[in-house]
């Protein structure tokens, strides 16, 4: 069992090694550390936020428990914008359910989010429910700040908990406080694992009755340990782009991600590949556990394709928009036909918003990274210690809950070479 969990483990470091240097964008299983580096790197994306009205909502901790009598404040994010709040029969109400990470305000506030222009023409409330022990959402907290997620409190961390509280909020919930509404009608939204949970709201008995609607968008609706056809979806994006602009693009991906496999394991190509990207620590074969800074390495390569695959097509953004995305990536290895792996390190330290990024570098340290995981509190007012909570709760969503979904290169097709194999 521990060979297969360190595949969330050098995910997870892969995305650490993001907020230490800002030329590798950082995705946690396809999704990105966003939640502060958007701001950071495009304070353009700011202006999408603060339309909103934040407000708190107070939860039942332990659905499942009936002596648990305890409640704390779930982070609630409203706009009114195109509601008219003297409808108070029913109304129309789309509830975005947040995920694996602190709710981010841009889900909304875009206008241009295609949800959004529904909102628009149909008048509708829009909130999104922050997902308990994420961003500023922990059933328990120590210091007014300081979240709790050690592992006996983590056994509140699960996607039916989590379904209980969409339940007890949409019973429960009054607009500015004190409006209870009559007959609303909700519809429910959510992408990914918030999309599982939007899926499986709508199947169950229990909560069906509850909302008139879903839409609920790449969405995993079973458990699977070795989630490999992730990584077929990225081939065929990859594949099919490169067929519509008559290019070789996949093939220089795929001649790349082999060279980058074989030379792992190499001692002259450990060498030319230090040298090449940077990495620190350096690749060396007498490293204690080799094999995990080996595909720690080849992890943090495959999670920058990996996002710039996801995002050129799925929650876009001001850096999407702008031109981080498949077309400027394969033009990238295109530039190098004869020579992949540059074209890889290209894309690697390709930093859309900084044509003279400075000294590159790769961040490689496997256990320095982990150990950022290892912590029982971390405090939300802090972006960063936010996004590595989220982190430990992700890993504990995988592995602790066995949802699984451990995205691997184990498929047949072999674009990515099984950089990251589940073994």
Known sequence: MTSKLVVVFLLLAGSIAAVKSLHIPGFVNGKPLRYHLDGIRLPGNVAADNCANETWFSQVVDHFDSSNKDMWNQRVQVNQKFFNASITDRPLIFLMIGGEGPAEQKWVCREDYTYMKLAKYNKALVIQLEHRFF??????????????????????????????????????????????????????????????????????????????????????????????????????????????????????????????????????????????????????????????????????????????????????????????????????????????????????????????????????????????FNQSYYDYSNYGAADIAAGRGWMWLCCGMALGWLQTTDNSNGMFNRAVNLK
């Open 135 to 372: 961003g500023k959402s922990y059933p328990y907290v120590k210091n007014s700040t300081m979240g709790d997620m050690s592992t006996s409190t983590l056994r509140l961390l699960t996607s039916q908990q989590a379904l209980e509280d969409l339940a007890y909020f949409i019973k429960n919930y009054k607009f500015n406080g004190n409006i209870a509404f009559t007959n609303p009608r909700w519809i429910v939204f959510g992408g990914s694992y918030p999309g599982s949970l939007c899926a499986w709201f709508r199947a169950d008995p229990r909560y069906s009755n509850l909302t008139l609607g879903g839409i609920c968008s790449s969405a995993p609706l079973l458990p699977k340990l070795d989630f490999y056809e992730y990584a077929e979806v990225m081939e065929f994006a990859f594949k099919n782009w490169s067929a519509i602009q008559k290019t070789n693009c996949d093939q220089l991906i795929t001649q790349g991600f082999a060279q980058l496999r074989q030379n792992t394991y190499t001692d002259s190509g450990r060498a030319m590949l230090n040298s090449m990207f940077n990495i620190t620590p350096p690749l060396n074969a007498a490293m204690d556990n080799y094999d995990l800074y080996a595909t720690n390495f080849l992890a943090n390569i495959f999670n920058v394709f990996q996002g710039i695959d996801q995002y050129t097509f799925d929650g876009r953004d001001n850096i999407t928009i702008g031109g981080y995305n498949i077309d400027n990536l394969c033009k990238k290895m295109l530039a190098s036909p004869s020579d992949p792996l540059t074209g890889i390190k290209n894309v690697v330290f390709w930093d859309p918003t900084n044509s003279n990024p400075g000294p590159q570098n790769l961040d490689n340290d496997y256990y320095g990274d982990v150990s950022l």
